[in-house]
């Protein structure tokens, strides 16, 4: 909990730093037609207070509230008692994480605007520009096939590239990683081409076994190619795996 907490401090201070400096580049605009004024006023009631929140930002609107930005880093019950208030209250809501709203389905959002691009289109517009034609897909939750499916119609409304894919779903215990990988390699052993991976999973701690797994793996991949998405890929891990 420190730890994330401390990375949302971290969070938090670039996206003020950013706000800060666009606010003082456009001021700086000699053919601006007006001038922004800006305070900044954080938010520390926890988001499941709706109560608390609501009444939090009524008391900021009475200053001159215009905005809500807040970051819910996926969590659907800190982005329903944000996304609530902007609704109710009608004010802009800029998560500046990925909103928490399933991209399959049709729900119509007012007031939210999500300045971090969802992962398929992300790891869609990677596979184009390294033009891969085809890739593995290594994943352990429900929704992968929607996933999937998702970075498909996104790589094809940026490109007439045809892309093969195919779904592997990895071990549920760790301890099977290992065993896992050495079959996974074994399937196409004889062939000399690259190999494409996009790894999905669903929990910070299960991918960080997983990378160590890959790593601690004992057959030769020089011509494995991994793509990691919903979670950072720390500086360890880049430096560990230019060595392998």
Same mark, same amino acid.
């Given at each position: =909990?420190?730890?994330?907490?401390?990375?949302?401090?971290?969070?938090?201070?670039?996206?003020?730093?950013?706000?800060?400096?666009?606010?003082?580049?456009?001021?700086?605009?000699?053919?601006?037609?007006?001038?922004?004024?800006?305070?900044?006023?954080?938010?520390?009631?926890a988001a499941f207070d709706t109560w608390g929140v609501?009444?939090?930002?009524?008391?900021?609107?009475?200053?001159?509230? =215009?905005? =809500?930005?807040?970051?819910?880093?996926?969590?659907?019950?800190?982005?329903?008692?944000?996304?609530?208030?902007?609704?109710?209250?009608?004010?802009?809501?800029?998560?500046?994480?990925?909103?928490?709203?399933?991209?399959?389905?049709?729900?119509?959002?007012? @007031?939210?605007?999500?300045?971090?691009?969802?992962?398929?289109?992300?790891?869609?517009?990677?596979?184009?520009?390294?033009?891969?034609?085809?890739?593995?897909?290594?994943?352990?939750?429900?929704?992968?096939?929607?996933?999937?499916?998702?970075?498909?119609n996104a790589i094809q409304k940026v490109s007439n590239?045809?892309?093969?894919?195919?779904?592997?779903?990895?071990?549920?215990?760790?301890?099977?990683?290992?065993?896992?990988?050495?079959?996974?390699?074994?399937?196409?052993?004889?062939?000399?081409?690259?190999?494409?991976?996009?790894?999905?999973?669903?929990?910070?701690?299960?991918?960080?076994?997983?990378?160590?797994?890959?790593?601690?793996?004992?057959?030769?991949?020089?011509?494995?190619?991994?793509?990691?998405?919903?979670?950072?890929?720390?500086?360890?891990?880049?430096? =560990? @795996?230019?060595?392998?």
């Amino acid at each position: =909990m420190v730890e994330e907490r401390r990375q949302h401090n971290i969070t938090e201070q670039g996206v003020i730093s950013a706000l800060n400096y666009t606010v003082n580049r456009y001021n700086h605009d000699l053919y601006a037609r007006f001038k922004l004024s800006h305070h900044n006023r954080a938010l520390r009631n926890a988001a499941f207070d709706t109560w608390g929140v609501m009444k939090k930002i009524c008391a900021e609107l009475q200053e001159g509230l =215009m905005v =809500m930005l807040a970051g819910v880093d996926g969590n659907q019950r800190t982005f329903e008692a944000y996304n609530s208030i902007a609704n109710t209250i009608e004010i802009p809501f800029v998560n500046w994480d990925l909103s928490a709203i399933n991209p399959n389905k049709n729900v119509p959002n007012n @007031f939210e605007v999500s300045v971090r691009p969802p992962n398929h289109e992300l790891v869609a517009h990677v596979i184009v520009q390294k033009r891969w034609d085809n890739f593995i897909y290594l994943h352990d939750g429900k929704s992968a096939p929607q996933n999937l499916q998702l970075i498909h119609n996104a790589i094809q409304k940026v490109s007439n590239m045809s892309v093969k894919s195919e779904l592997i779903k990895i071990p549920t215990d760790k301890v099977d990683y290992g065993d896992f990988l050495r079959n996974f390699n074994l399937r196409d052993f004889l062939k000399d081409a690259p190999r494409r991976v996009v790894i999905d999973i669903t929990t910070s701690y299960k991918q960080q076994q997983f990378l160590v797994a890959i790593r601690g793996a004992q057959f030769n991949q020089q011509n494995y190619h991994y793509l990691v998405i919903n979670f950072d890929f720390l500086p360890y891990d880049v430096k =560990m @795996f230019q060595v392998l």
